[in-house]
């Protein structure tokens, strides 16, 4: 088999000695256009696992790189002239030169035939190698043949916000360390480790105002490196910042969507990068070379087109992993400014679960003497502004208590609402006291009630509850005196009304899809129909039908509070009737109530502030925002902001930060605690307390969430549908004393904090034993 590799990176490479290493009777041949000895930047990092997948692999070239690298175990994050430190963490780092070296020894060992000074123009690469069985795409980051064949490979290409530069130094360094620098004009980072006795590589960063301000765009490279010296003069302790090509640049962020054409398949770099901050672009380049060879020893010889499927197929989520990980990191760093009035700990929190691959529970893994020190800071804090003292029993975050006006909840888990399509002409059955009734004995802090509506045609389905006559508030008063009796779990009525999406089958039936008989007419901001050719056409609200269901929503509340209920929602969200006014791809309005932001949401905030008139003032209110559309020319992070900032200026205590379900074309990106990152946003711009919502499933994300202030209260929703013990089993798991377990099931609850403080210990004893042993050892 004759194979051509474009680009001697790590990724071309380790392709090439790993595939020649099987078969040597293959012919393999590098072309590179630089010379063997050059190279820019400095030194590249992996992870202990990283590591361990190449002593599998070539054990040759694993001790080459093991005897060029300097290990270390901790982060260390300086901030505000604090510095903290994590334990546990395993990287090694080296130069790249080295790392190169070392691969072309192991190349030309083996046999593979290294081209240096030839740069290959990719217009003609199919007819200047025309005998290649298979043609390597390993180019980097502006692989030229990417380019050329565009339409096929199909790169998503997008700049980042920030400015970067990668530069060196001589500063040793014991650790992985951030340093964080507030500077007349913005904050600066520096992302650095050591890679060889003696160097280090400093990658800086910060967003465009600051950089402008600081005049880098006219600097040259040894100005800015003079410049930076003296923003990080503490840190490089008397040492220089060294310059290689190191110029300002954007990140680019690049993911194909195809991965081969023809005889020709794409790899590392020039296939997807994966931003700096979580150190990966070597790594993903190398581990796709692993899976490359794989597949092309497998099957290359017989059919390179199943070899390539191969290799798309099981590298294709992988990188999507990475690649979303490295995204929500670099996202971070972009708004490091929100972050910043943070304590010390806190903020150290933040940054090393910042990815939310890393969690509480993790971190207690990898040091637990750091979470530690985060929770005796979190439990002061807490102390001094809210009055709650849990700095002796501490029971870790999701267990503090939270007040709301006059209203406590004893912890952070919500039940989130969830219709249960099983009302009759709106009235709570039997299956609502029994639903409601359970999951009140399961220690959540706080549940909703599922979207209630203000009128008959305000119903999603016939199986919505209601809140519009007596039947329906005795039968809510009896589910609320219930839990109020029997447990401290407090219980929030939400409000709403479904808009274009209402008249529509049961929950399991065909959602979003008109009944076959029995429909009414539906209302939403305008005519638009959910579902083109399916849906109703709604009647775009006039002035009199608006004040109509305000009025609804009016005396629904005051229904609510005579239930009895703590506390009250107003649903906002998922396309229903208030959400289609916020929604530009759902208003289309051309009065008061469309257009700007402003306008779009005049008719919520009246909603709203007629409802806050008559609930009453010791009662707190949230409301359910939908932050996203998941479709371009929906909701911005701007409209969000001015929204949750609008109705806190009304009265709203809490924000509950949805996402999505406005138009069915959506497009979201799913993955776990995928909505965090708006209900962070809220909570750390505009100031009011948010709740966090979707796929969170675990003790340990409601604890990596309130630790660093992403939300303030966590809900679940499906967790909650088959589990009601949430709670209840995460405070038996991290044996966290008091909890409001009804008196009939305390002989359960000691059992259960027995049981589950063993499953946690052999869990961790696990996973430390999993962990990779320190190379220092
Ligand atoms: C300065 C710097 C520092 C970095 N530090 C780190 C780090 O610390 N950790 C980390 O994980 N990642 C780091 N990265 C990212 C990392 O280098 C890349 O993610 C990784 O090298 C990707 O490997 P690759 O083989 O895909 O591409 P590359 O390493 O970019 O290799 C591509 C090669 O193709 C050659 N080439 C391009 N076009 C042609 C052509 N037409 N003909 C012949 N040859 C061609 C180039 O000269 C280059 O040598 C750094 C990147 C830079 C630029
Ligand atoms: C069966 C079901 C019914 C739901 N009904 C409602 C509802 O009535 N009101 C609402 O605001 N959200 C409703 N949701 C959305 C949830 O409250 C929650 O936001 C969503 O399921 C994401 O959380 P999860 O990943 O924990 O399930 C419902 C979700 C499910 C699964």
Redesign the pocket.
Known sequence: MQIVV???????LYFSLLTKKARPDWDIRV????RADDT??????FSDDTLDEFLSRDPESYEGIRNNFAYWDDIVIRYKGQEMRCGGNGFAGCS?VSLLNLLHDRCRELGVELHFE???D?TRLQETFPEADMILA???????IREHYRSQFNPQFELRQNKFC?MGSTRPLDAFHYFFRETAHGIVIAHTYQYQPGMS?WVIETDKACWQAHGFADCTEAQSAAKLEEIFAEELDDHPLLINRSVWRNFPRIFCEKWYHDNIVI????KA??H?SI???????MECAIALSDAVLEHGESDVQRAFAQYDDTRRTPVQITQHNADVSLAWFEHVHRSFDMKPMQFAMVVMSRSKSITYDNLIVRDASFIDKVDTEFYETHFETTGFDCRATRPTPMFTPIRFRDMVVNNRVVMSPMAQYSADDGVPADWHFVHYGSHSLGGAGLMFVEMTCTSPDARITTGCTGLWNDAQEAAWKRIVDFVHANSDTRICMQLGHAGRKGSTQLGWETPDHPMAEGNWPVYSASALPYLEGISQTPIAMDAAQMRQVREDFVAATIRADRAGFDMLELHAAHGYLLASFLSPLTNRRDDAYGGSIDNRLRYPLEVFSAMREVWPAPKPMSVRISATDWKAGGITEADYVAAAAAFAEAGCDLIDVSAGQTVPDQQPVYGRMFQAQFAEAIRNVVGIRTIAVGAVTSPEQVNTLVACRRADLVALARPHLWNPYFAHQAAALYDTAGGNWPKQYLAGRDQAHREFVRAREKTMELQQKAKPSSHRN
Do not use: C, H, M
């Open positions: 474009v680009g001697g990176g790590p990724g071309g072309y590179e256009q630089n820019f930047g400095f030194g590249v990092v790249r030839a740069p290959i990719a390993a180019d980097g980051i502006g692989s030229a990668w590589t790899l590392g770099d020039a990068s994966a700096f150190g990966s672009g070597t790594k993903l380049a």
